[in-house]
C-alpha cells in the first residue's frame, strides 16, 4: 500500500486546512487510517484515526472538538479537517494504514503502512 497525503501549508492562528491522504495498491483496504504528527524536535505522537468497519473515530485530547477524520472507503482516501488551529499544531503530519486488525488504533505500533508525510505550520 502506498499512501499519498497531501494539503499543508502555511495558516495563521484560527485558520483551517485540510488534509487528505489515498492509499494505493493491489491489497485489500486497510481496517484503520490514521494521523499522526511529528513537530520538530519532539516524538511522533497520534492525532485521530477512522476504522471502516464501524466509522468509529479516535482522536487526542489536544485535537478534539477543532480535528475532525472523515474518509471515503470506496476511494481509500482519508481526510483531516484541521480548524481553530494554533501554532502548537505546526508539525509534519503523516498518514498511516493498517495491514492487520489491531486494538489500539492510537498506537503507532498499530500501522504499517506511512505516507511521507505533509507539513502544516501556523503562524501566529
Known amino acids: 500500500v502506498q499512501l499519498q497525503a497531501s494539503g499543508g501549508g502555511l495558516v495563521q492562528a484560527g485558520g483551517s486546512l485540510r488534509l487528505s491522504c489515498a492509499a494505493s495498491?493491489?491489497?485489500?483496504?486497510?481496517?484503520?487510517m490514521g494521523w499522526f504528527r511529528q513537530a520538530l524536535g519532539k516524538e511522533r505522537a497520534f492525532v485521530a484515526a477512522?476504522?471502516?468497519?464501524?466509522?468509529?473515530?479516535y482522536y487526542a485530547d489536544s485535537v478534539k472538538g477543532r480535528f475532525t477524520i472523515s474518509g471515503d472507503n470506496a476511494k481509500k482516501t482519508v481526510y483531516l479537517q484541521l480548524n481553530s488551529l494554533k501554532v502548537e499544531d505546526t508539525a509534519v503530519y503523516y498518514c498511516?494504514?493498517?495491514?492487520?486488525?489491531?486494538?489500539?488504533?492510537?498506537?503507532?505500533?498499530?500501522?504499517?503502512?506511512w505516507g511521507q508525510g505533509t507539513l502544516v505550520t501556523v503562524s501566529s
Open positions: 495498491g493491489r491489497t485489500k483496504s486497510p481496517y484503520v
Open positions: 498511516a494504514a493498517d495491514k492487520i486488525p489491531h486494538p489500539n488504533p492510537t498506537a503507532a505500533r498499530a500501522y504499517d503502512y
Open positions: 477512522i476504522r471502516w468497519s464501524s466509522g468509529s473515530t
